[in-house]
């Protein structure tokens, strides 16, 4: 077990493009998290899933952006029509899913930074 | 709404002097809450966890937490600090919802340096 990967860790695209992003979770966690983190912010929350199921979406996110978790193992993260505004970090973590209510500790990968001229 | 605050966008100490990065909590109920750690070019680490019992937490790499309900606080300390512990500290809360709770709110972090 390496943790939770994330792939790529860098993405560059024009305004306008369509980018996608996937995660890795570590093979036995349930939940999976995703995370949008700006320079001198703390991480945002964008979803998340338990399994397969997205349970909850933050109201931030705009129609743009879609993820999924097909089997409930790895995840993606698509945006569409990427604006500047895109540009940050995205995280994805994930945790045993054992607890309710859910008081266990998340794993972080590394991260996708996303840059949008 | 769960929310968290870190009064302190940097903090600066000297080696083998006590460290406290600060952090206070506004919830509904009671709280559950984490420190995580950023060091450069990696992604966020856990430290330690407030679930119930003690309001002293014990962490990772020698640090600790005191949770003051009367004060809403949540402030990260270590004894002696180490240059390597110079990174980006986030407090945190589970915003525990009619779902169980699946969303943790971070807050903005505090940069820590330590110098030699």
């Known amino acids: 077990d390496t943790g939770v990967s994330q792939d790529p860790r860098h993405k560059i695209t024009k305004r306008g493009q369509n980018v996608t992003f996937r995660c890795d979770p570590i093979?036995?966690?349930?939940?999976l998290y995703w995370y949008r983190q700006t320079l001198g912010q703390g991480p945002e929350f964008l979803t998340y899933f338990q399994n397969e199921a997205q349970l909850e979406k933050s109201r931030l996110l705009s129609d743009r952006f879609s993820a999924e978790r097909p089997k409930g193992s790895f995840s993606t993260l698509e945006i569409q029509r990427t604006e500047q505004g895109d540009s940050a970090m995205y995280l994805c973590?994930?945790?045993?899913?054992?607890?309710?209510?859910?008081?266990?500790?998340?794993?972080f990968g590394s991260g996708t930074q996303l840059s949008v001229l | 709404a769960q929310s968290v605050a870190q009064p302190e966008d940097q903090v600066n100490v000297a080696e083998g002097n006590p460290l406290t990065v600060k952090c206070t909590y506004s919830?509904?109920?009671?709280?559950?809450l984490f420190w995580y750690v950023q060091y450069p070019n990696r992604g966020l680490q856990f430290l330690l966890k407030y679930i119930t019992g003690d309001n002293l937490v014990k962490g990772s790499y020698g640090f600790e937490a005191e949770f003051n309900k009367s004060q809403t606080s949540f402030h990260l300390k270590k004894p002696s600090a180490l240059v390597s512990d110079s990174a980006l500290y986030f407090c945190?809360?589970?915003?525990?919802?009619?779902?169980?709770?699946?969303?943790?709110?971070f807050g903005a972090g505090t940069r820590l340096f330590v110098k030699a």
């Open positions: 973590a994930s945790s045993l899913g054992t607890t309710y209510p859910n008081n266990e500790k998340l794993f």
């Open positions: 919830v509904s109920g009671n709280p559950y």
């Open positions: 945190a809360v589970r915003d525990i919802d009619r779902t169980g709770g699946f969303k943790t709110i």
């Open positions: 093979s036995e966690h349930n939940r």
